[in-house]
């Protein structure tokens, strides 16, 4: 927990991603991490988590402690989505994590038909109430943490309510 509050921290209180170093957010925090944390405190053993970074330099949607086995869903800059922090649960989806294997799908078959599904995630990387299959143009709700809710069947206008 202590590694998550650092990260917050961190996230929140640095200039990321500056024209002077030309750093991505999440390669800046792990620079930060680095720099405020383990030269100032040289007797940490394995020194405090870094943030997970994809291969542009980008937060990965779905953010996880080792140590503790804490995950969340994180947005674009890093900090964590409410509601999404689990501990030993590797069940945990994010939107944008699904998002992106899905598009990962698309890129390795492209003569797939039917295609995956392509969740809609919100601009800070939420789930959207409302969720669509768009092939079949079936729809359901969603909670936080992208889980199935039952939802209203709107008879008038052929859709289902999440609200």
């Not at 969720?131 to 729809?139: A, E, I, N, V």
Request: aromatic residues 8%.
């Amino acid at each position: 927990m202590h590694a998550l509050i650092i990260l917050s921290v961190l996230c929140c209180t640095a200039k990321l991603g500056t024209a002077e170093d030309d750093l991505k957010p999440c390669e800046t925090m792990t620079r930060l991490i680095e720099e405020r944390l383990m030269k100032k405190n040289p007797r940490i053993m394995d020194g405090p988590e870094r943030p997970q970074c994809d291969q542009d330099g980008k937060f990965l949607p779905k953010q996880c402690l080792s140590f503790t086995g804490a995950c969340w869903c994180s947005k674009p800059d890093g900090s964590a989505l409410p509601d999404t922090m689990t501990y030993n649960d590797g069940r945990l989806e994010c939107c944008l994590d699904v998002y992106r294997q899905s598009e990962e799908i698309v890129k390795n078959n492209p003569g797939i038909q039917d295609g995956p599904w392509f969740p809609k995630c919100a601009d800070d990387g939420s789930w959207m109430p409302e969720q669509c299959y768009g092939f079949t143009g079936d729809c359901w709700c969603v909670d936080s943490r992208g889980n199935s809710l039952p939802g209203r069947f709107d008879i008038d206008t052929g859709k289902v309510s999440c609200q």
